[in-house]
């Protein structure tokens, strides 16, 4: 089974960067669409951003399209997440996942979640 860990998160300003990584063990992530999810405290697990398998096809969330790009390096066996224009709101922590069913842009099509970075965003 594939094991996924995520890296990169920390404590940041309004309007800076952070470059989160998913690195993945055990198995290949190559064949697989892989997706960016985030959850606040106190709040439900929401979709972030999602790459299909090749790289070639990218989908966003309305509050994250223009300020955060996903991208992967399946040589590599890795997924990530650069975060530009950071906002209080975008504080979490955000988890990977690799695609595991039918249904896209939901927590409930993801599998093999790894423990997740924190992301801290402050005003």
């Known amino acids: 089974q594939v094991q996924l860990v995520e890296s990169g998160g920390g404590l940041v300003q309004a309007g800076g960067s952070l470059r989160l990584s998913c690195a993945a063990s055990?198995?290949?992530?190559?064949?697989?669409?892989m997706g960016w999810f985030r959850q606040a405290p106190g709040k439900e697990r929401e979709f972030v951003a999602d790459?299909?398998?090749?790289?070639?096809?990218?989908f966003y969330a309305d509050n994250v399209k223009g300020r955060f790009t996903i991208s992967r390096d399946n040589a590599k066996n890795s997924v990530y997440l650069q975060m530009n224009s950071l906002k209080p709101e975008d504080t979490a922590v955000y988890y990977c996942g690799r695609h595991s069913s039918s249904a896209y842009y939901t927590w409930e099509g993801y599998d093999s979640w790894g423990q997740g970075t924190q992301v801290t965003v402050s005003s």
């Open positions: 790459i299909s398998w090749s790289g070639g096809s990218t």
């Open positions: 055990g198995r290949t992530i190559s064949s697989y669409a």
